[in-house]
């Protein structure tokens, strides 16, 4: 079992920055990869941006490039997504996950329980 604990979120203008983290403990030895996802309300769940779990490679989605930066120091330290330069439409529940890997929340076995992220315009 893998517990995976979120912090970070909150309500900021567009144009801000947040920056949300991901603790991982418990049996963690079968991942090899941390992700972030969201949902926005009336929305599909859809990827932001993955590291695998040595922090060595790491894939975004197009709608945020240059904007959010996903990143780890070393293994089993928090998982950080740094988001900046927000537009309304970043604003969702964003998911830490944990798993084999993928852009797809298939590849992900354990979900933290979330984090509220909301863009005022």
């Known amino acids: 079992q893998v517990q995976l604990v979120e912090s970070g979120g909150g309500l900021v203008q567009a144009g801000g920055s947040l920056r949300l983290s991901c603790a991982a403990s418990g049996r963690t030895f079968n991942i090899y990869t941390m992700g972030w996802f969201r949902r926005a309300p009336g929305k599909k769940r859809e990827v932001v941006a993955t590291?695998?779990?040595?922090?060595?490679?790491?894939y975004y989605a197009d709608s945020v490039k240059g904007r959010i930066t996903i990143s780890r120091d070393h293994a089993r330290d928090p998982v950080y997504l740094q988001m900046t330069s927000l537009k309304p439409e970043d604003t969702a529940v964003y998911y830490c996950?944990?798993?084999?890997?993928?852009?797809?929340?298939?590849?992900?076995?354990?979900w933290g329980k979330g984090t509220q992220v909301t863009v005022s315009s």
């Open positions: 590291i695998t779990w040595n922090g060595g490679t790491t």
């Open positions: 996950a944990a798993g084999r890997g993928g852009s797809r929340w298939t590849g992900y076995d354990n």
